[in-house]
């Protein structure tokens, strides 16, 4: 599996602490069936300042890992603030993209409120052949209460990253529902751990991706996790949504938690 978000690096955001902690996170990566880790800081200020850290660090771990014989494929992309989108100028933000082939830029979806230059922003990106994902947007209290906007934002070709927490219901029920909801309607086109050391550890993909096969017995689960990942590092176009089979369990257990 590849994971395409996650806070592995070394005293540098809220995940990891210190290199101790970043190769127990590399050791559970690999233990739980991840073969390429996209380590993914928030950039939440100047990239130029900024950037030059994160790469030191992740040139760091990728050493000790390697020294240490841990066989994980690390590669270096950065979740950013949405607001910096308002703010950077164009280089700026396109320093800030990552993958092999069309530049992706991942961007931290805000928990509450959703500004109003934001889809032209995204629009914007994506005339410049940048790929925007919106990392949990299952999160946002807006998109959870009017799910139709973020609907509209993927079928416009803004990437949907789910993540595990939300999943496994960390996040309380509402961001599990949008989650389930935009899974369903073969409108997350991926699936990512965002795993932080000492919280959220049990947010694994090998559990994220077990908890969609229970509840959607006939999705293909691998899409989310290793084929579209793959498509979108390398710049190819991503598979087409799948969409949950009839009868899943999700289905079932919202008509009974309506009636
Ligand atoms: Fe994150």
Request: proline fraction near 7%.
């Amino acid at each position: 599996m590849i994971d395409t978000h996650c806070h592995i690096l070394p005293g540098i955001d809220d995940g990891a602490r210190d290199m101790s902690e970043s190769l127990a996170m590399v050791k559970t990566c690999v233990a739980t069936g991840v073969s390429h880790a996209v380590c993914t800081p928030h950039l939440t200020d100047d990239p130029s300042a900024f950037i030059p850290q994160a790469k030191r660090a992740f040139s760091e771990v990728r050493l000790a890992a390697s020294l240490r014989g841990i066989r994980l494929d690390l590669g270096l992309g950065y979740e950013v603030d949405l607001n910096l989108l308002a703010e950077f100028d164009p280089a700026s933000i396109l320093s800030c993209t990552f993958g092999f082939g069309r530049p992706i830029l991942l961007l931290e979806t805000p928990y509450a409120g959703w500004p109003r230059w934001a889809d032209r922003a995204l629009f914007d990106l994506r005339l410049r052949e940048i790929t925007p994902i919106l990392a949990h947007p299952e999160r946002n209290e807006g998109f959870q209460r009017q799910p139709e906007r973020l609907s509209e934002l993927a079928r416009q070709g803004v990437v949907l990253q789910i993540t595990v927490p939300s999943l496994l219901g960390q996040f309380g029920r509402k961001a599990r529902d949008a989650a389930l909801r935009h899974l369903s309607r073969g409108e997350a086109a991926l699936l990512a751990s965002d795993v932080h050391y000492g919280r959220l550890e049990t947010a694994t993909l090998q559990n994220g991706a077990a908890e969609v096969r229970r509840l959607f017995p006939h999705y293909p689960v691998e899409r989310l996790v290793e084929e579209n990942p793959r498509r979108l590092l390398a710049g190819h176009p991503l598979l087409p949504p799948a969409l949950a089979g009839r009868g899943d369990r999700w289905t079932a257990c919202l008509r009974k938690r309506m009636r």
